[in-house]
């Protein structure tokens, strides 16, 4: 049986041997995540019984690296630095728990597959060498070697957001909204949002407008209740008041309410559901004027009403709210209205939006705008507080994603570019979008990931339903979260010796400084970069 030790970084195939640099050690702090890999290819056709022996053993997590199909791997215009050139085929991706297997899993002659590990020690292991053997059928044995060092990382400071879809979990198990399953499924995925750096929870005050064609509606997970009485409205908040303490017990820092106005554009309002002579019914939605007066009645009525509910709660601080998503200079008018009122309705609080031209920011209508990191250069030194976010836009131009067929080199670069450009918050869209383009149909995200041949695949989730209501979690999330961690690392040497002296370890022998488009691609550049980091933290001269 061959094998090969390798970092969190390759991606393994099941017909190509890995060329991936191979590792026999790294370093890590006390409270920190980190993962590794075993390649392995068998010259026959068995099952395979997976042994670790090692003192950290209980801190340790086994994974099989699961195959998902995708037609879609990257779009046409993309550039060059993608796997396999970006052809459709199986990409590796799924972790599947190798615990619920029984530490077996079958492999194939001449198939190469890859087992994930991740070890966490969670400040309970002293500093120290520490080895870890994994052992195959009690004959093939690789060792790595680990230090773990006296320090900690320290809290995550970016406001990290992936849009979670309450009703995609719906829709996959079939549960009711707000029944028990509803709310235990929820926080099972909330849950782990917060063990992968995720601190900023999509929060539907009504059913998020987001990814819905014209005409069209997404399922209801409206957490406020509304009865209409002639031009009179009340609020019951019973619903959003259960989230919010889901969302604490979670580990959920701040809350982004879900956007007042339709997507691309602040059109129309979203959807939303009212109580009206004992019965319940849209009274808003893609018929409704953005810039009418019925809602923005309707909008003054509910702003005076959850803020006093926030304001009883005690959560003023932790709430940001939306205008609309993605507007361009087309619909300038439109938007310009919505994030008006919104301005005057919530300006005590932090209003963003995902927006990429500078004009809306330059025109004073939103004061946390997030651009693309394809498009950030213009906000960069001229906005107080610096976002950004990807989608399937950011497919060229060597900018970060996390697509199957991207390097996870590229998809972990982040954490080093925002830590230099001193990002304050990071917005992708899709947690667990399990849809097709514009929410049409529901898609099984094990075999149809890319939306309906929409989005190239990766683009719209990053975990998979699991049994019991529990998610599964993919490898692209994992290395996310490395680059969380990446981060927070240079901010606690920045403690030490400053940020121009860390940004100058960064940029020591790389060709051009980094940006958001420019930085090595090579694998080895960030495992080094990283070892770099960890021998100066723990006192080893530069």
Not at 30 to 49: G, I, M
Not at 350 to 366: C, N, P, Q, T
Request: aromatic content about 14%.
């Amino acid at each position: 049986m061959k094998t090969m030790l390798l970092s969190s970084l390759a991606k393994v195939f099941p017909d190509e041997e890995p060329k991936n640099p191979v590792i026999s050690s790294f370093s890590m702090l006390k409270n920190e995540k980190k993962s590794f890999q075993l390649a392995f290819c068998a010259e026959e056709d068995k099952t395979v019984e997976v042994k670790i022996n090692s003192p950290l053993e209980k801190a340790i997590s086994a994974f099989r690296v699961g195959l998902v199909p995708s037609k879609l791997p990257k779009y046409k215009d993309s550039d060059d630095f993608y796997l396999r050139d970006g052809r459709p085929g199986l990409y590796p991706d799924i972790l599947y728990p190798l615990e619920a297997e029984g530490m077996r899993l079958q492999a194939k002659k001449g198939e190469w597959q890859s087992l994930w590990f991740e070890l966490a020690p969670a400040d309970s292991f002293a500093a120290g060498d520490y080895s870890v053997e994994i052992i195959l059928d009690d004959d093939v044995k690789e060792n790595v070697n680990i230090k773990i060092l006296g320090l900690s990382l320290p809290e995550q400071e970016l406001i990290c957001t992936m849009w979670f879809h309450t009703d995609c979990l719906m829709t996959w198990y079939g549960f009711e909204a707000f029944s028990e399953e509803y709310w235990r499924t929820v926080e099972n995925f909330a849950e782990c949002a917060v063990e992968h750096g995720i601190n900023f929870l999509l929060t539907p005050l009504f059913t998020p407008p987001l990814d819905t064609e014209v005409g069209g509606e997404r399922p209801t997970v409206q957490l406020v209740d509304v009865n209409k009485d002639g031009e009179n409205y009340t609020f019951g908040f019973e619903k959003l008041e259960r989230w919010v303490d889901m969302c604490d017990r979670a580990g959920i820092k701040y809350f982004e309410m879900s956007h007042l106005f339709s997507q691309w554009g602040a059109v129309a309002a979203p959807k939303i559901m009212a109580t009206e002579n004992g019965e319940h019914k849209m009274i808003f939605g893609w018929d409704t004027e953005a810039a009418g007066e019925e809602y923005t009645a309707f909008l003054t009525q509910f702003a005076a009403a959850l803020i006093k509910f926030i304001d009883a709660k005690g959560i003023r601080e932790r709430c940001v709210f939306h205008a609309s998503d993605e507007p361009n200079l087309f619909f300038f008018a439109s938007y310009e209205h919505a994030v008006k009122l919104v301005n005057s309705l919530f300006g005590d609080f932090k209003i963003i939006d995902a927006l990429s031209d500078f004009r809306f920011y330059e025109e004073g209508l939103v004061k946390t705008p997030i651009p693309s990191n394809d498009r950030i250069e213009a906000f960069i030194g001229r906005v107080p507080e610096l976002w950004t976010y990807y989608c399937c836009g950011q497919h060229k131009g060597y900018v970060s994603n996390r697509f199957f067929a991207i390097p996870s080199q590229r998809n972990r670069v982040l954490g080093w570019q925002m830590y230099k450009y001193g990002l304050s918050g990071f917005l992708q869209w899709g947690f667990n979008f399990w849809y097709a383009q514009l929410s049409k149909r529901p898609v099984n995200p094990f075999e149809e990931s890319d939306a309906g041949e929409a989005f190239p695949s990766g683009c719209a989730y990053v975990t998979y339903p699991g049994e019991g209501g529990r998610p599964l979690v993919s490898l692209r999330l994992k290395v996310f979260y490395d680059a969380l961690q990446d981060m927070r690392a240079l901010k606690l040497l920045e403690r030490k010796i400053g940020k121009d002296a860390v940004v100058e370890i960064i940029e020591n022998n790389t060709a051009k400084p980094i940006t958001f488009s420019e930085y090595p691609h090579e694998e080895e550049w960030i495992i080094n970069k990283r070892e770099e980091i960890n021998r100066i933290l723990g006192g080893e001269k530069q």
